[in-house]
Structures are given as C-alpha cells and as structure tokens.
Nanobody
Framework: QVRLVQSGGGLVQAGGSLQLSCTAS????MGWFRQAPGKDREFVAAINFSGRSTNYGPSVRGRFVISRDNRKNTMYLQMNNLKPEDTAAYYC?????????????????WGNGTQVTVSS
C-alpha cells in the first residue's frame, strides 16, 4: 500500500495560478487526473520516475507544468493561466510502470483529491 498526501488547490480567478503537491515514497511514475461533477476522470499530466519524461493532456498543454523532487518524494503541478473549465477535483496517483503514461488503468494508488475552483 502506498500513501499519497496532497496539498494545494483552492479558489482563484481566471488567469491566475495555483500549485498542487503530492508526496509519496517509492520508485513510481506519477500523474495528475481531475474530475468535474458529472464527468469522467480526465488525464492531466504525468511524469516518469526520473523526471526526465513528461506527458500532458491536450487541454492543459502549454499552461500546466508537472515536476518532481525525488529527494523530497514530492510531485508538483504548477497550473498557470487557469480557466473556469479547469474547475475540478484533482487527484494524484502512482503507476506501477514508473512511466509517464496517461492510461488510467495503469494507476493503482490514489490521493484523496483536492478541489480547484476557477472563477470567471
């Protein structure tokens, strides 16, 4: 069992920025997903264990940046130029392949989620 602890999120105006953090111990690929009410869970970004390879969903590419600091066992999601459609609960997760895959089925441990709300 892997425990993931999330922090960050909150309320921001459109065009603003927020940073999410996720702490987990182990040699995993990690990712961020989000889910808005009534919608399926959506891939946001992922990063492999070394941090040298990243992958982004089309709706956030160019605005969000994923990174990690393995000395601190922490992954980050810097969210810039936020839009109202980014409003959702954001979840971090680990995947068992240590890659930056966007495949939901590859992710086996999840954080509890943190709410991001972007006002127009």
């Amino acid at each position: 069992q892997v425990r993931l602890v999330q922090s960050g999120g909150g309320l921001v105006q459109a065009g603003g920025s927020l940073q999410l953090s996720c702490t987990a111990s182990g040699q995993f690929g990690m990712g961020w997903f989000r889910q808005a009410p009534g919608k399926d869970r959506e891939f946001v970004a992922a990063i492999n264990f070394s941090g040298r390879s990243t992958n982004y969903g089309p709706s956030v590419r160019g605005r969000f940046v994923i990174s990690r600091d393995n000395r601190k066992n922490t992954m980050y999601l810097q969210m810039n130029n936020l839009k109202p459609e980014d409003t959702a609960a954001y979840y971090c997760a680990t995947n068992r392949f240590a890659t930056d895959t966007e495949m939901l089925s590859a992710y086996n441990f999840w954080g509890n989620g943190t709410q991001v709300t972007v006002s127009s």
